[in-house]
C-alpha cells in the first residue's frame, strides 16, 4: 500500500490498526489516528542504538530490574497512538504492561534515536505524547550534531534534565548506573 492510500486510513482501535499492518509492508505507527509507515534506519543509526541497548542491559537486564526492547516493538499509548521507540525499558513494578505483542501504556524510560526523515515528529509530536503517557524519561540522540538530550517528566510534561555534545557524561535519574560517555558512544561513526 502507497503512502497516499495510507493517508486516507485512519483507525481508533489498536487491534483493527494491528491487523491492518500484518497484511502491510515494512513497518507501521499510528500517530492520533494515522498509520505512518517507519523508514529503515541508517547504519551509524542502528550502531548508537546497539551501543546503548548495551549499557541499559547491564544495568536493566543483569540486575533484574525489568526488560529492555529495541524497535520494532508496538508501544499502545493510547488506542489511537502507538509508536515503535527505539529502545525502551519497562521496570519490573510495570510487569503488566508487557503484553505478548506489545507494551500497554507507558515504558519507564524511551530513548530515540533522531533520524532525519523522523526527527521532527521525535522531537515534538512523540515528546508530547510520551510525557501525557506516564513516560518518566525520554532521552533524545542525535547523531548528525552528536547531542544528547535527557528529559525527566514533570507533571504532566517533560523537562530538560542535561544535555551534552560531543563529550561529557550523561546519567540517567530513573536508572542508577546508566550512564553515557559521548566520546564513547560516537568514537568511529
Known amino acids: 500500500m502507497s503512502e497516499s ?17 500484518e497484511s502491510q509492508p515494512g ?31 547491564d544495568v536493566v537486564r543483569r540486575t533484574g530490574r525489568g526488560w529492555v526492547y529495541n524497535a520494532p516493538l508496538d508501544v499502545k499509548l ?17 510487569a503488566d504492561r508487557l503484553r505478548p505483542t506489545h507494551i500497554e501504556g507507558a515504558p519507564d524510560l524511551i530513548i530515540e534515536v533522531l533520524s532525519p526523515a523522523t526527527a521532527h515528529l521525535d522531537l515534538w509530536e512523540k515528546r508530547y505524547d510520551y510525557a ?34 560531543h563529550s561529557g557524561r550523561l546519567r540517567s535519574v530513573l536508572l542508577p548506573g546508566f550512564e553515557v560517555d559521548l566520546e564513547t558512544l560516537f568514537r568511529e561513526l
Open 78 to 94: 493510547r488506542e489511537d497512538t502507538v509508536y515503535q521507540p527505539d529502545l525502551l525499558v519497562v521496570l519490573r513494578e510495570h
Open 5 to 21: 492510500v495510507a493517508e486516507t486510513v485512519r483507525f481508533s482501535r489498536y487491534e483493527d490498526f494491528r491487523r491492518w499492518t
Open 132 to 165: 501525557q503517557a506516564g513516560v518518566q524519561e525520554y532521552w533524545i540522540v542525535d547523531p548528525e550534531s552528536r547531542r544528547i538530550e535527557p528529559y525527566v517528566r514533570e507533571g504532566e510534561q517533560f523537562r530538560l534534565h542535561a544535555g551534552a555534545q
Open 27 to 57: 513497518y507501521w505507527i499510528l500517530v492520533h489516528g494515522e498509520p505512518m509507515p517507519s523508514p529503515s534506519p541508517s547504519r551509524i543509526h542502528q550502531e548508537i542504538s546497539i551501543r546503548l541497548e548495551l549499557l541499559l542491559v
